[in-house]
């Protein structure tokens, strides 16, 4: 792992690019450079910052890394790391035994049920059952197009007998998670992504002083600050319909904000010429198609 880390970190350095020169009211100027990394998230991460030099941006986003690397490592529910207990362990233990975990892992797990409670069950992180069954059939289906299928109703509906999120009991004294159900598992993954973000950037501005930097990773983007003149960032918000010569519906300019997209155009795969992505309703077990794109701006 640690291997890895320090290969993550020299890509990032080569990664940088200075781009633009400012004048920050303290007298130093301030550069613009840029980095990039795809190993945390299964997605790419992009993030844009001023520093006074290009040695401080370099030690900036080795810190910065690191913070997104734990909590890829924290929220994974596929892989296991050394000295970590993380959301796969707490699957693995289902209806065996309570999991100490770090803060961040119940700190998320209660913004999760208390999100559940305010948009009336229908963000229900107690749905992992369900929705590997559909991870499976969708890896499946884009290694073998020839052969995708959906998965049958009836497996579906088993699995959603175990999805009931009260039975995911918290300790916050002793700092455990237990899911009461053998059957039951967790996957974040509808609020994991985000709430790393702005963990990290909330790392990001408050223990190493950054004033001025946009993050995106995936669709989460947010902002710390705008630019050093003052302006805000310009966000793109992409086209859901790939096949357009249009890359982007709109862009919004954002200070200190969150630009959050999810829609269906890029993790999905094609049953007899349907197109089925990865998000799930949970009321029909089936992916939603009520809309292409969603995006929230908070």
Request: glycine share 8%; proline share 3%; charged share 25%.
């Amino acid at each position: 792992m640690e291997k890895k880390r320090q290969i993550a970190a020299v890509l990032i350095l080569l990664a940088l690019i200075g781009v633009i020169a400012y004048r920050h009211s303290t007298g130093k100027d301030l550069e613009k450079y840029e980095a990039s990394f795809f190993d945390v998230f299964d997605t790419q991460t992009q993030i844009i910052g001023y520093a006074s030099s290009k040695e401080q941006f370099s030690e900036q986003m080795s810190l910065i890394k690191d913070k997104f690397q734990y909590y890829n490592d924290l929220y994974d529910i596929y892989h296991d790391y050394e000295g970590m207990n993380n959301i796969k362990t707490i699957n693995d233990n289902a209806g065996i035994q309570p999991v100490k975990v770090d803060e961040e892992i119940i700190e998320l797990l209660k913004l999760g049920i208390t999100m559940d409670e305010k948009t009336d069950g229908n963000m229900n992180i107690a749905m992992g059952s369900v929705l590997s069954i559909w991870h499976d059939y969708r890896e499946a289906g884009s290694e073998d197009p020839y052969s995708a299928e959906l998965p049958p109703m009836d497996e579906l509906e088993r699995a959603a007998e175990h999805t009931d999120i009260h039975d995911i009991v918290i300790d916050e004294e002793a700092s455990t998670v237990y899911l009461t159900d053998p059957d039951m598992s967790l996957d974040v993954g509808s609020i994991g992504k985000g709430y790393a973000v702005q963990k990290v950037a909330e790392y990001a501005k408050n223990e190493l002083g950054i004033q001025y930097m946009l993050f995106s990773v995936g669709g989460n983007v947010c902002a710390i600050g705008g630019h050093p003149d003052g302006s805000a960032w310009a966000v793109g918000i992409q086209n859901p319909d790939v096949e357009s010569d249009q890359a982007y519906i709109k862009k919004v300019e954002v200070q200190d904000l969150s630009v959050v997209t999810s829609g269906n155009y890029q993790r999905y795969y094609t049953v007899d010429g349907k197109r089925y992505c990865h998000i799930i309703n949970q009321d029909t077990l089936m992916p939603a198609d009520n809309f292409s794109s969603v995006t929230i701006i908070t």
